[in-house]
């Protein structure tokens, strides 16, 4: 196999390892009601001034998928909607206690998750593998301003 698809099966493996083992911890620690994608949705709330709108670019989903999804979080108390300043269409979302908590949960679950390969490349190494993904990763809301 040549590095560029070895690379590509690699980054997959281990991202689909990462986002399972968040869930099942953030699972563990009582958030039994919260898929991956609910995940994905709060890391787009968090940052401030997002709509549904934006959260649907945020996740690559129709508008109408997006709708949906903070429909169920707000039902089960995880987001509320408050007015627009600028537009009386639109609605900014933001997390509730619930929602901060389970964000609490799911940080402390991805440090859990990458503690082995932490541990397995030494602090160095791990470091430099960060400062690296970080310089290819896409810019965009998920990806850190540090």
Known sequence: MDDALAFSAVVLALSGQLV??????????GFEDLRPAHGFAFVRISLGDATT????????VTKQ????????LVRKGYVVRHPHP???RARLLRLTEA?????????????????????ALGEARFGELVADL???APPGPIRPAW
Not at 53 to 60: K, P, R, V
Not at 65 to 72: D, F, G, K, P, S
């Open 20 to 29: 399972q083992e968040i869930h099942a911890r953030v699972y563990q620690q």
């Open 53 to 60: 709108a934006d959260l649907a670019e945020h996740l690559g």
């Open 65 to 72: 998928a997006a709708a949906q999804l903070v429909e169920e």
């Open 86 to 88: 600028r537009d009386a």
């Open 99 to 119: 929602g901060w908590a389970a964000t609490r949960a799911a940080d402390q679950a991805a440090r859990e998750a990458v503690a082995p390969w932490r541990e």
């Open 134 to 136: 970080t310089r290819i």
